[in-house]
């Protein structure tokens, strides 16, 4: 196995920075960040009205394909309002992956639904349709054009994939069950922008797909997100749902339901477009940041750099290898870190956060592997 001295050295030299930290990840803005966001204040338009973002928004579409795009303050909130116009409440159960960021079992909760926790495949590090498959024939039956879960005998309503790290899951097959099963499918694809499963975006598969423009993430708004949908009524309402259902007049104020302030500001919305002009030039740099490290890796015989899976382009948001086990991983994490050179191991699994540790789960043997051996390194645009 490599010293992990020389990977801090690779590290460094990659980047080009001897001293100093170098990120995990950090924002890039070398467009028109600026000048958008001057224009809002020039104009006074930096709230929930102005220009950018319907611009967002449509720069959203064009760049995912998908047929409607609306947009919200976050990722978090975006997740939030695709479950509840799923109808999600709290006779519903909602399956998804115990390694995921903790927003999506969050946003699970804001609706009283509960999650369940299904293992996911090795390789995608994303949801596998063999642990649902096998999860769904156990377990649920289907009564009354609805999916039943019959140990708890709620309704499993809506399930959430995870494209983790921007490694797209098996989506297609994913979809057919849930079809089958009368399970609403929506993806998070907080992660995946600019990743692509048969050529077709992530996010573009389910009946909703969510984008999320946080600090961290592929491009940022500063906070933000996005509801994918191909559906033209669920669009309307999102965008009802997420505006304080207001109902549109020159003067008047009026309201048709209890709503959300779920609105991505004018500035916000300013900042997306100005980094969606610049998304494809800092994909092809994570691309190619991705294709150096693996070929780092390569002869390393211990260590396994993760590869985007067969049918599926990743945008490489957070470069991932897995170490031999939890031990070497430990010392790995302590010896770059202390060296300034970021790393860290994946998120404590949603079921043993103490909020979930009483949801129901399944055989989890593939996020066990994986707990104990991913280290994310550092994966921002390399100027
Ligand atoms: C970033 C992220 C979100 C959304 O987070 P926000 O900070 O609310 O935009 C949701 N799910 C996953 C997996 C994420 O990584």
Same mark, same amino acid.
């Given at each position: 196995?490599?010293?992990?001295?020389?990977?801090?050295?690779?590290?460094?030299?990659? %980047?080009?920075?001897?001293? $100093?930290?170098? #990120?995990?990840?950090?924002?890039?803005?070398? $467009?028109?960040?600026?000048? %958008?966001?001057? &224009?809002?204040?020039?104009?006074?338009?930096?709230?929930?009205?102005?220009?950018?973002?319907?611009?967002?928004?449509?720069?959203?579409?064009?760049?995912?394909?998908? =047929?409607?795009?609306?947009?919200?303050?976050?990722?978090?909130?975006?997740?939030?309002?695709?479950?509840?116009?799923?109808?999600?409440? =709290?006779?519903?159960?909602?399956?998804?992956?115990?390694?995921?960021?903790?927003?999506?079992?969050?946003?699970?909760? %804001?609706?009283?639904?509960?999650?369940?926790?299904?293992?996911?495949?090795?390789?995608?590090? $994303?949801?596998?349709?063999?642990?649902?498959?096998?999860?769904?024939?156990?377990?649920?039956?289907?009564?009354?054009?609805?999916?039943?879960?019959?140990?708890?005998?709620?309704?499993?309503?809506?399930?959430?994939?995870?494209?983790?790290?921007?490694?797209?899951?098996?989506?297609?097959?994913?979809?057919?069950?849930? &079809?089958?099963?009368?399970?609403?499918?929506?993806?998070?694809?907080?992660?995946?922008?600019?990743? %692509?499963?048969?050529?077709?975006?992530?996010?573009?598969?389910?009946?909703?797909?969510?984008?999320?423009?946080?600090? #961290?993430?592929?491009?940022?708004?500063?906070?933000?997100?996005?509801?994918?949908?191909?559906?033209?009524? @669920?669009?309307?309402?999102?965008?009802?749902?997420?505006?304080?259902?207001?109902?549109?007049?020159?003067?008047?104020?009026?309201?048709? @339901?209890?709503?959300? #302030?779920?609105?991505?500001?004018?500035?916000?919305?300013?900042?997306?477009?100005? =980094?969606?002009?610049?998304?494809?030039?800092?994909?092809?740099?994570?691309?190619?940041?991705?294709?150096?490290?693996?070929?780092?890796?390569?002869?390393?015989?211990?260590?396994?750099?993760?590869?985007?899976?067969?049918?599926?382009?990743?945008?490489?948001?957070?470069?991932?290898?897995?170490?031999?086990?939890?031990?070497?991983?430990?010392?790995?994490?302590?010896?770059?870190?202390?060296?300034?050179?970021?790393?860290?191991?994946?998120?404590?699994?949603?079921?043993?956060?103490?909020?979930?540790?009483?949801? =129901?789960?399944?055989?989890?043997?593939?996020?066990?592997?994986?707990?104990?051996?991913?280290?994310?390194?550092?994966? $921002?645009?390399?100027?």
């Amino acid at each position: 196995m490599c010293k992990f001295a020389e990977i801090v050295s690779y590290i460094r030299d990659l %980047y080009n920075k001897p001293k $100093g930290v170098i #990120n995990l990840h950090e924002p890039y803005f070398m $467009g028109n960040e600026k000048k %958008y966001l001057s &224009d809002c204040i020039d104009t006074t338009f930096v709230s929930s009205v102005g220009k950018y973002v319907n611009q967002f928004e449509d720069m959203c579409i064009e760049f995912t394909g998908s =047929q409607y795009a609306i947009a919200t303050m976050n990722g978090t909130a975006a997740l939030h309002v695709s479950l509840v116009l799923s109808g999600v409440d =709290q006779n519903c159960e909602v399956l998804t992956q115990p390694l995921t960021f903790i927003a999506t079992a969050n946003a699970i909760s %804001y609706t009283d639904a509960i999650p369940v926790f299904l293992d996911v495949d090795k390789d995608t590090l $994303g949801l596998s349709p063999d642990a649902l498959e096998q999860f769904l024939k156990d377990n649920c039956s289907i009564i009354n054009g609805t999916c039943v879960n019959r140990i708890t005998g709620k309704v499993i309503k809506a399930c959430i994939p995870m494209h983790t790290f921007g490694f797209p899951c098996r989506i297609d097959r994913i979809i057919d069950l849930c &079809d089958k099963h009368h399970i609403v499918l929506i993806e998070d694809s907080a992660e995946s922008l600019g990743s %692509y499963y048969k050529g077709k975006h992530t996010g573009t598969f389910g009946q909703f797909g969510v984008l999320s423009f946080n600090g #961290n993430k592929t491009i940022t708004c500063g906070g933000g997100g996005m509801i994918l949908t191909n559906d033209k009524d @669920m669009a309307k309402k999102a965008k009802h749902i997420t505006t304080t259902a207001k109902l549109p007049h020159k003067w008047e104020y009026a309201h048709d @339901m209890i709503a959300y #302030n779920y609105r991505l500001t004018n500035l916000s919305a300013a900042l997306g477009c100005a =980094q969606m002009e610049q998304l494809p030039i800092i994909l092809e740099n994570k691309r190619k940041t991705a294709r150096r490290y693996e070929s780092f890796f390569e002869k390393d015989e211990d260590i396994t750099f993760v590869k985007e899976a067969k049918d599926s382009t990743a945008n490489y948001w957070l470069n991932t290898i897995l170490l031999p086990g939890g031990l070497e991983r430990d010392k790995l994490l302590k010896e770059t870190n202390e060296q300034g050179v970021m790393t860290r191991p994946i998120w404590k699994p949603m079921n043993k956060l103490e909020m979930f540790k009483g949801c =129901q789960t399944y055989d989890l043997t593939n996020s066990r592997w994986l707990e104990d051996r991913i280290v994310n390194i550092p994966s $921002g645009v390399n100027v």
